[in-house]
């Protein structure tokens, strides 16, 4: 996510407050790696966040996969097949259904 429109200091924003950011590319490697150390960096500091119960997808992902044989991360030509098969099947440790979490546009 990319903020639009720097911040505001009095009154409501005009227009859009935020965008997606068209350079964010999950499906390579570099950025599979680092969504999972960015979840694995905040378990341990759960409590200071005041975070309940910490879920993150890639977390489930990535077990998900080991359980499957394959490895993390994946390659980017095979990232969307699998994740889309991922959230299509898997209940996440959290008992969330990982379809919740993630949306893809075709």
Not at 36 to 41: F, I, K, N, R, Y
Not at 57 to 85: E, H, N, Y
Request: aromatic residues 14%.
């Amino acid at each position: 996510l990319e903020v639009q429109g720097g911040p505001r200091l009095l009154g409501k924003p005009k227009g859009a407050t935020w965008a997606y950011n068209p350079a964010f590319n999950m499906e390579t490697p570099v950025v599979q790696r680092h969504l999972l150390a960015t979840c694995q960096g905040l378990e341990p500091r759960a409590d200071e966040m005041f975070i309940s119960s910490p879920s993150c997808w890639i977390v489930d992902f990535r077990s998900w996969l080991k359980q499957k044989g394959l490895l993390f991360p994946t390659r980017a030509s095979g990232f969307s097949a699998l994740a889309k098969t991922f959230t299509e099947k898997y209940i996440m440790e959290s008992g969330t259904f990982a379809s919740d979490m993630l949306w893809f546009d075709d």
